[in-house]
């Protein structure tokens, strides 16, 4: 305690002090101790490392996030933000696409936040942690891994001291089967803590989306000015920037495409090598493995970088799909030695090749290519989950029609895969269209609407609640009267968005028409519903599920969406484009000769 207030001149170290003069007694001693000057110089050099980074641009040098960070790249409503304290809110959920900077963003204001005086920033990344106990108990162990240990009574005091951020990295890449009950769980720390400062990180309709307790702010796709900002940011020379800058300004596709950083900087990492400009999304990724697999070799003259497996371009790209498919059916974007060993030990017997090549092949992979690179001392892990997602889509897209059909089955079957597989099935949608169709998109449709034989729509109430959000919740007063809705994310509501819009704008109308059963639900609750329940401005947040059943309007309700259903454009809409298929197929078959 003596060594802690001779050091205590600001920083963490002023802070920490802040929250031991809170405390009395023994736990201020348990505090003292965890906060000793050893441990916050430990705890200090910890938050830094992530203040070190490898880019896709520069993969062979670890580069300072400070040097190379362009603060532009996100943005909400076109407003930048340098510290937490500009959200003006204590709970955020910042979604973004693939590639858009949240990560870096989240260790940007991490790095911010450790300069100043005011709060103890901590970064963790979700998918770092193993889901095996709640999620305080494993918060609270990678913050004991960074070097202060805290016991969870020791936490609890900490976390309502109004002294502490948690920037939390990657919500999407929490495990599908851990994600509903980790997402109820940050609820519960945020009702718990509301003075425990709280960012989230997560692409959208990942299961965070319906959140009362976290204010949500989608980050903007990059305007072409800003693009050409960044470009000017990457490369120094001028001629260099021009000549991307022109093709910006003269392809509409391209400036609609490159609104992230990731795809940004990856066309000009392409167009660097080959001054090629692609016409269609597919084609812009189709160019990448080939791009990075020579664009060392472009760099130097007469040089050519060797490759210890001896495979061809053709073999190597092989080998990079099916790596990339068995890690992803995994929802591994991140892996130790021994299980890109193993992965690589499959993709040989089943490509064919010869056997023990799998630690060459971790060699060329991440050396050559760095869409995989070295991750730690002994992890690896994707440049990007949507190169991992783009390269599985290539591979399931070269298989038999047979076992597309069955892949494409088992999505439209197991809505708990939809997740995993979302972002391959937008590349699918334009690489394999026909089958997309077939296999996917229309059985999706039709199951989504239980389209019987006779062609009506014969929704059961499981199905409606696929189409709101199992976890959609209303917010109402104690009369009955509908406040805001805050919808649970569904496979429907990415897939197709305007099915997902139509169900909720009747199911509002459905709520307004029971307003006096409402009011009973309320009225007749036992008191630990009534107080789960009620918020603290006296209004009452009430799951739908929980609202229907409490009712008994549940065959009513799925009556009801399916009458809208029944007569509106989707139900023709999806006849019509099952029927235009097989009519091609029909004329297919006649033309051809075998």
């Known amino acids: 305690m003596e060594d802690l207030l001779k050091k205590a001149t600001g920083g963490l170290e002023g802070i920490a002090l802040d929250i031991i003069n809170a405390a009395s007694g023994v736990l201020k001693d348990k505090l003292a101790e965890a906060f000793a000057i050893e ?4 705890f200090r050099e910890n938050i830094q490392r992530i203040g070190f980074v490898k880019t896709i641009l520069n993969p062979d040098s670890i580069k300072k996030l400070n040097d190379i960070y362009f603060d532009k790249t996100v943005a909400y409503d076109g407003y930048h933000f340098e510290s937490f304290s500009q959200f003006r809110r204590s709970h955020i959920l910042i ?44 918060l609270i162990d990678a913050i004991n891994e960074l070097g202060v240990r805290l016991s969870p009574s020791m936490f609890d005091f900490v976390a309502k001291s109004n002294k502490v951020v948690l920037f939390l990295d990657g919500f999407d890449e929490i495990p599908n089967n851990s994600r509903r009950k980790a997402a109820r769980e940050l609820e519960n720390i945020g009702r718990t803590y509301p003075d425990l400062k709280i960012l989230i990180s997560s692409r959208p309709d990942a299961g965070m989306g319906g959140s009362y307790y976290f204010s949500k702010i989608k980050i903007d796709p990059m305007p072409i000015a800003i693009q050409k900002e960044f470009i000017e940011h990457l490369y120094k020379c001028p001629h260099q920037c021009k000549s991307i800058n022109d093709i910006l300004d003269s392809s509409t596709f391209l400036s609609e495409v490159t609104v992230s950083p990731l795809l940004l ?43 210890k497996s001896n495979l061809t371009d053709f073999q190597m790209q092989k080998v990079f799909d099916l790596l990339s498919f068995l890690s992803l059916q995994d929802n591994n974007t991140r892996f130790s030695t021994y299980e890109f060993s193993s992965y690589l030990e499959k993709v040989i017997k089943i490509e064919r090749l010869n056997e023990n090549l799998e630690n060459l092949l971790i060699a060329d992979i991440s050396d050559i290519t760095a869409l995989i690179i070295k991750d730690g001392y002994d992890d690896y892990s994707y440049t990007h989950k ?67 034989e006779k062609k009506t729509v014969k929704m059961n109430y499981i199905q409606v609640m696929h189409l709101l959000g199992e976890d959609t919740r209303v917010l109402v007063t104690e009369d009955g009267v509908i406040k805001k809705f805050y919808w649970g994310d569904t496979a429907a509501s990415v897939l197709y968005k305007s099915y997902s819009d139509f169900a909720k704008s009747n199911m509002e109308s459905y709520l307004i028409s029971i307003r006096r059963e409402i009011c009973d639900v309320i009225s007749f609750s036992n008191a630990d519903d009534y107080d789960t329940y009620r918020t603290h401005d006296g209004d009452f947040l009430i799951p739908i599920d929980y609202l229907i059943h409490f009712t008994n ?42």
Not at 279 to 302: A, N, Q, W
């Open 39 to 42: 441990k916050l110089k430990v």
């Open 386 to 452: 949507s190169i991992q997602e783009y390269f599985a889509a290539i591979f399931i897209n070269r298989l038999p029609e047979e076992k597309k059909s069955a892949f494409y089955n088992m999505i439209v079957d197991k809505q708990y895969e939809f997740t995993k597989w979302q972002n391959s099935l937008a590349f699918l949608e334009t690489i394999d269209q026909r089958n997309y169709l077939k296999y996917f998109l229309i059985p999706f449709k039709k199951k989504l609407l239980r389209l019987t």
């Open 265 to 307: 900087t990856l066309f000009a990492i392409t167009y660097n090598s080959r001054q090629f400009k692609p016409d269609s999304l597919s084609e812009f990724y189709s160019l990448i493995f080939p791009t990075m697999l020579y664009r060392h070799d472009r760099m130097k003259v007469g040089f050519e970088r060797e490759r």
């Open 95 to 138: 979604e973004g696409g693939p590639g858009q900077g949240k990560s870096l963003f989240l260790r940007k204001l991490c790095l911010n936040e450790a300069k100043g005086s005011s709060l103890i920033p901590i970064f963790i990344e979700f998918r770092n942690l193993k889901f095996e106990q709640s999620l305080r108990i494993e």
């Open 553 to 594: 309007n549940r065959a009513k309700l799925a009556s009801f969406i399916s009458r809208k259903f029944d007569k509106s454009k989707f139900k023709r809409e999806v006849i019509e484009l099952e029927e235009e298929l097989n009519f091609v197929d029909t004329y297919t078959d006649e033309i051809l000769p075998f």
